[in-house]
């Protein structure tokens, strides 16, 4: 392979996305470049006063199909794919008059745009490129002579290209293009099919495909000695992917990953009843409140863990205004994320220039779909996302005591929390309030043992003579497999539970809630997260 730049003499321009598009053709045409175009790209050209021949001239036939056929032709592929070193490649060339193309300057048919926009089955399916993916292939994968352009992002550099290099390119550039060229049709047919395998409710498809734009390069992982990076999908799912940055240092890793649980724990609760607040640290909430007011929830949120919120980060279901702000930056938090932000909170975090300031336009709808992966030693676990929901109707009395309305709107409060903490999950709540939660314990009575132990430290913290958890219910994620954990609650103060069922022992743990004077009810569905 040729390791001497490549001139640009003759160049083919087809593009969907026509931002830049004359600036480029026009520095083109000024270098000398003769220009070939299809179509609306040739139509643009031209009416911007600028030279340049549709590529139905070179291939004596017209274009046909609705656009269909244009550009699948041997004076098309043949230029784009000739090794100009090799003397039977020229030949062939000389013999059938193709001249060589130096740039093919590709952007596809707006697919995954259509597909975001709701479009039809037959909408989508006409937005599915053939020619410019069969351009980009062949010309990058003769990048020894053939430089391809997919992105308008790359237009600039490639003119500094050029005019570093004579009107010319490099090898280390041609194949840097030509990896950015095969991952965008990789990602374009990974969108493809991702759409199709809904569309004809493929759950289990024989091949899965995940493509993600590069979005930030991080300063490293989870830990200093990780590289890492941050590439979005594209979807428009709220949250901090989306996000506009007001302010603040750079999100780390850990900072997304953090911000990401706070956001989809908090979006549980509809704006439209009312203010709410979660405050996560290493992905599990240290509280979680709602409140008649925003600033109200946040401090609810605060007084479950004070000690643990330092640092944290913090997610709100509503409009940030003043009052909470005030609240927020007495003490250090990493990120402060909500819905939108009134201007008045907006300078109040100003004077905090390190913390990262994030709005997102709206909520993610936690009743929707969508697919979760995880990574493993030699392949991916995919999962559609945990959109269980359970409602007062749901609920199944086991005890011969029935849960007050308070208690009942307490357990419903408490299950949303439980479905974002590590299992095993133990959640403590009083009056729309995280009290005490445990998580991620080996042993379900820890993880009921270490909510109440926190929960009593923050009594104490507070002064007051009872713990937190006196008169609270509690939830649990899965059922519980014996009586220990539910009477370890009970000691707490606990009144009334809120749990899967579904344990051998189930009658044993009933009959142990009946004698503790407990209220319990059954959701029949359990919210493991590992």
């Known amino acids: 392979m040729p390791n001497n730049p490549v001139a640009i003499r003759r160049a083919l321009l087809s593009v969907s996305d026509k931002t830049g598009l004359i600036e480029l053709a026009s520095a083109l045409n000024e270098a000398d470049v003769e220009l070939l175009s299809t179509g609306g790209t040739a139509k643009a050209i031209r009416d911007a006063g600028l030279p340049v021949k549709d590529v139905s ?8 199909m609705d656009g269909r056929v244009k550009t699948l032709h041997p004076m098309v592929h043949g230029g784009l794919l000739a090794l100009r070193d090799n003397a039977d490649h020229v030949a062939a060339m000389n013999e059938h008059g193709i001249k060589g193309i130096d740039l093919l300057v590709v952007n596809l048919y707006p697919f995954e745009a259509t597909v975001a926009a709701g479009g039809s089955y037959e909408d989508c399916i006409e937005n599915i490129d053939i020619g410019g993916p069969a351009m980009i292939r062949a010309a990058s994968k003769n990048h020894g002579f053939v430089v391809t352009v997919v992105d308008v992002e790359d237009y600039g550099p490639l003119l500094d290209e050029m005019k570093a290099n004579g009107n ?36 289990q498809p ?31 799912r709220a949250g901090v992917s989306t996000a506009h940055q007001l302010q603040g240092k750079e999100l ?46 946040y401090k609810s949120a605060f007084d479950c863990d004070r000690t643990s919120a330092f640092g944290g980060i913090i997610a709100l279901n509503q409009m940030l205004d003043a009052p909470t702000a005030e609240q927020i930056v007495e003490i250090f938090t990493e990120v402060v994320i909500a819905p939108s932000i009134s201007e008045e909170a907006k300078a109040i975090f100003a004077g905090k220039k390190n913390l990262r300031l994030l709005e997102t336009g709206g909520l ?61 999950a133990i959640i403590y709540v009083k009056d729309l309030a995280t009290v005490g939660v445990g998580a991620g314990q080996m042993s379900r009575v820890d993880s009921t043992r270490i909510a109440a132990r926190k929960s009593q430290d923050m009594a104490d913290a507070m002064g007051l003579s009872a713990p937190l958890t006196k008169g609270s219910v509690v939830a649990s994620d899965a059922f519980f497999p014996f009586s220990d954990g539910l009477l370890t609650a009970a000691e707490a103060g606990a009144t009334a539970v809120i749990q899967p069922g579904g344990s051998m022992r189930d009658d044993e743990v009933i009959k142990a809630a009946d004698e503790a004077g407990l209220a319990m009810v059954y959701t029949g569905m359990r919210h493991f997260r590992h």
């Not at 997304?256 to 203010?275: K, Y």
């Open 57 to 64: 001239e070179i291939t004596d036939f017209p274009e046909m």
């Open 168 to 203: 010319a390119t490099t090898l280390a550039y041609r194949q840097k293009m030509a990896q950015i060229a095969y991952a965008r049709t990789a990602a374009y047919d990974a969108a493809v099919s991702t759409w199709m395998a809904q569309a004809i409710g493929e759950e």
């Open 206 to 236: 024989r091949r899965k495909a995940i493509a993600g734009t590069h979005t930030q390069t991080l300063r490293y992982g989870e830990n200093p000695h990780q590289s890492a990076s941050f590439y979005s999908d594209g979807s428009i």
């Open 252 to 297: 780390s890793y850990n900072n997304i990953n953090d911000t990401d649980a706070a956001f989809e724990l908090v979006a549980e609760f509809d704006p439209a009843d009312g203010p709410a607040c979660a405050i996560i640290k290493h992905a599990n909430p240290c509280g979680v409140a709602r409140g008649a007011t925003l600033a109200e929830a």
């Open 364 to 424: 993610p709808d936690n009743r929707t779909g969508g697919q979760v992966w995880k990574q493993v030693s030699g392949g991916y676990l995919i999962q559609d996302r945990d959109n269980g929901f359970i409602g007062l109707d749901d609920l199944k009395v086991v005890t011969k005591r029935a849960p007050t309305d308070d208690e009942l709107r307490d357990m419903l409060f408490a299950w949303k929390v439980a479905k974002h903490v590590k299992s095993n």
